[in-house]
């Protein structure tokens, strides 16, 4: 009767980036904006820090939905970016299910907007397909809580784990010592409280 | 130990509406008044767009809880119409049940004042008749956000999904090729959000 | 894969209300006190007016935790009332596990202050004991609303059904003509909304 | 010491609506999108329905902020409008202050995007001015609440009278029967709840 | 530079209850309706208990906004009873004008439905023909809090003083020698905590 | 026009501890149990700390609203004690005033059970006898934030102003330098955040 | 069909009090500080108070996560202390699982800062070796709500329990007439409302 | 009886930082620490865009208060710099009121932590000296919302305006034209929503 713990493991896990678009963005009301966009950005930070292989999607770039927030191209320069021609559910879209299938990773860490559809959608049918599905829900957002809880019991329900990006980061770094700077450095960068417990700890022990 | 995704599909799919009557629904505090007469108004204008079969209930309407609301009636011209005599659950009367069985779904996606009575009653009852249950959460209302929490535990743990009608929609659509500008609309007319998008966007490219 | 309906049935239900003590319900504070007192009263009145086998139980009323609320006295004079010398969890009292027995019923009603304790725990021994156990969440209160969470998943997975007072007396009565003018006075005097309703109604038609 | 009632009259009133604009409409937070759109819509309506002087205008309609809402366009075919090259304060802009003048009206009734920005600004202007001031605060929206408390609070003092939507048609109409059916009309489409006492009362009332 | 204490004085005040109906009732979300119900009736309560000369009045009885909440008629059969034919602002009608002068008195206690007309006009009135004004704030309801706030800053302002039934009271009784019962009934029929107190209290005490 | 700076000065202030007695605590749901014993021993902690003159009083202390919190009693073993026979407005208490104007100080800082009551009548007294009143807000409580709210509204436009605990202290105590163990101490008891920085930074420094 | 209540034994388990460092508790803000603070030491005694086996660990003292809060090193003076060397998940550390597994106990009581981490990784690895796992959630922090609902869904989906600090200790106790005073006085050092209690209780009783 | 409009001038404007520390920062619990930080390092950046003269001021950097969050520091490197060396309120220490007056400016923009007296106290003193005090309230954070509530109140009431950032750098700019990159980089990069729409626009037209 003891539960199996599916645990995230960096040798095995791959990032989808699901629609986080300029226009989409502006129907994020779950979630602050300021705080969004740092969850958002750290979530790419970690994908980048742990070197998963990422996979940005967008769905109708060209038109009020908007493009995919600069930063995120930036930072993911040679990562597969397919610009869906019309289907909601990325997993309907072949170039993206081959892009997935190719990174050979069964753990898939899944972020997007809007939360119900852009995230849940996919995420249903990667369960289906067999694999493990990671929600990184603080940097998935949508028009407002009732919606969230609504997208959250579904896709709990149908296997899916809830996550945020910090623990994320933690589950795929399973140890400081691996590397303490890069983990500290990624945290610092993106939450406050972090950074100031740092900034009081050099100061202090600078002269030391 | 995969699960199954069960997908609403547009051709295997009913609509049903309950007890959304004038009275009932100053009972409804869990959302606010100009948001869920929006989402109700969305749900049904999403099943009309989709065309799928939709059939109206009401309790009492002689009484205090008030006539259907006028919207609905209008949308639904031909709509089976069963004015319950006295059944609470829907499901007990079956002029209601025969028009579910008319339709010949197995999908249902139900919404309803009050949510833990009008909805989650036909929903449990329609479960264990083995249709498969949606439950567009957002044009559902009741008394206050406790209740509506334990009247989706009832119901998740049943096995019914819960839904928006914004994910409804993009579910039963599929591919935005399939009408761009059908589903453009529906959004436009009920998110203020994406209605702004789509007005900066038409500006912007009217004059290309 | 159905999964059966398990309904109230006022045939076959008993209804248990645990330490609804004068001290005690200060401690609730994750309902207001002017919606928490009409809850229990409404519940206390259903159990009378469907004429469900109803068990008062207390925990030490002689100490701080002050006796049973006057009015739930009053109003089943005749129950069966377990002042439990000491046992927190009352299914560990005899008394109260032989007046449940007493009853013949399987389906058991419960509510009481504070949630996670005093309804919880006798809802995880009934269910051990294969009662069908459901919870009245709104006239159960506790000390805030993270420690309600945390107790109604503890319940909820166990196998209880999460009610409130509104929807148990609807699935109970069934039908609004086995008696339209109790319910009717019923949810008249504990829903200020329903009785708005109803003296619009009556002022309406009153000289028709 | 008696306070002197400065009230709306509808003989000497002008709106002033300031830069709703369908970019600057995704920076509104503090109001729910749904309900915004809603007392915007009323606010123009009551405008309209009182015959009041009204005055439109945006800031950089070129660039990001987007252009006026087209209802509003729509809704004020022949009002002023002024499309402000770079003043922030609308104020500053003296075709805007002309057109004010313009209206020969002493008392205002203002809202905008943002609040503490496109209404303050013109509100403190048009205080030191003489003017009496009326801040439609339901039609005026900004990041969060918090800012709206600083905008409220500074406006308040400098002698602004803060007014919602309702309340401003309500003191313009002074008596039900100047136009029954107008102000009727008016509420019932952006009020649900007064829709619904409406549609229950036609209901009863019909067949008398 | 001292602020004189103006202080309510049960030999100078009078109760004013302005469009507490069944109907408009529906409109006020501001406060719970349990909690505000309790509310009004407190009030009323206390209008009896002190002596107060009341005064009722409505606005369009005959249609949707629907009769007045009858247990207020009947708490006071012989107050004078204004049923008005249009006037929004009750102190625009003669006969309520000519009834609070008809009591002498110079400090009027206001409540109504909802907050920013029906209470906000009147009071701002009698301000400034110098009456002294004391809002019964959790006795007056309307849309929604953001409402309440502006409504409550342009009362203020204008010099009305904010109160609460329960302030109320205790500033009209002085002293608890004056009646200890009688203050004490109305508190414990009021206030659950107060009437938990109050049991606990006696059954301790009643041996003694 | 400019506004003088009416500061607390340690050698001109007293402390008014009005009704925080044990029944009438379970009436407070402003603010949550924990941080309310808190905020209370915390002022009572800087009363005692600045040595300012502090006098307790109560309201029927032998009937529900319950003794004296026996933490205060212990704190202030010597300081007058009025156990008012009736009086609500602690002010109308003759012994109550002489022990005011026997402290000799024209600064009061006030807090108690309930606000709007407890505190609010003795600071319109104080005000109307030209004491600079300071109202301690986080050690005075009541039934909600909406009576808060009003209370803080006609405190203030009599001239109160609306301290905290922390800011007294800080006010009261000018210059760290003054005794920097002292108010760290009194810091560290009250503020679980400060008193972790503390730890973390004896920690740290403990080696150098 | 029925479902085991697993149910806490004080012979049977130990508590893990995970990383409640002094840098770490800046992070959590998901439960205010003054409240946290108590409910941590509350766990603490009640941990003391049924002499469970308690396990301390840290992570990372040396550096900006800081020393373990000096309250917990205190109270459990002979405990395990297993400052991790740099594994976040606890369990991955052999001296933290042996000495879990020197405790001779199959349930383990486990809070920490933050939930999702220090918390929930444990708690996922301890139910996978088949030990019943109890989470003690108002003594665990995060972030934010929207984290800890994530995390409780993980972990409850996972077959952890959800508790408070309240019920495990209630329990633990079974019954009250096993240490009546005991359990009493735990309760009144950690709920000022149940102390207000036992205070009215004891002066009212103390002369009998 | 006009109220003049006391507007912020960019050429008579200084900036005072008072007391962001990195251990204070922890105690900031009414702004979630995301927007905080970004409100704090947008009015840092609108001061030195503006060009305006900057104080920046500490309280006890080598204790447990930490030192100024280094971005601030790195941002104004020739700024003057007071160390406090134990005053609480700034303007208590000689040399910060040098060089306030060093800058010959009359209005006082100020930010700091926490509210209630880093920002507080200096501003009454301010506002005393005859300066017109502006305060940027969301750069500024205390301990919860109510701290903060009474805060505002006693700055409101001596005469200081209510400002956030935003606002601040909006009646600086006064035009547009004055510079349009300039101000829209500094929303772009402090305003989510904005940068959003600015991404949006500039690729819609980039082909133009």
Chains 1, 2, 3, 4, 5, 6, 7, 8 share one sequence.
């Not at 939905?65 to 191209?73: A, F, I, S, Y």
């Not at 940097?139 to 149908?158: E, H, K, L, Q, V």
């Amino acid at each position: 009767m003891t539960k199996p713990y599916i645990r995230l493991d960096k040798d095995n896990a791959a990032v989808l980036l699901v629609d986080h678009q300029t226009g989409l963005l502006s129907l994020v009301r779950d979630i602050d904006p300021d705080k969004f966009k740092n969850n958002v950005l750290a979530l790419a930070d970690l994908a980048n820090y742990f070197g998963l292989p990422t996979i940005l999607t967008t769905s109708f770039e060209q038109g009020p939905n908007g493009p995919l927030v600069p930063e995120l191209k930036e930072m993911f320069p040679s990562a597969p970016y397919i610009a869906r021609p019309g289907q909601i559910n990325a997993w309907d879209n072949e170039d993206f299910v081959n892009a997935v299938k190719a990174t050979g990773k069964k753990q898939l860490i899944i972020a997007g907007v809007v939360t119900e559809v852009c995230v849940a959608f996919p995420a249903l049918s990667a369960l289906e397909q067999g694999y493990e599905v990671f929600i990184v829900t603080d940097a998935s957002g949508t028009f407002n809580p009732m919606t969230r809880d609504a997208a959250w019991d579904r896709m709990s329900t149908a296997g899916a784990q809830l996550m945020t990006w910090f623990g994320t980061a933690c589950e795929l770094h399973r140890d400081w010592r691996n590397d303490v700077e890069g983990l500290g450095t990624l945290f610092s960068n993106h939450i406050p409280d972090y950074r100031n417990l740092i900034n009081s700890f050099t100061t202090l022990t600078a002269g030391k």
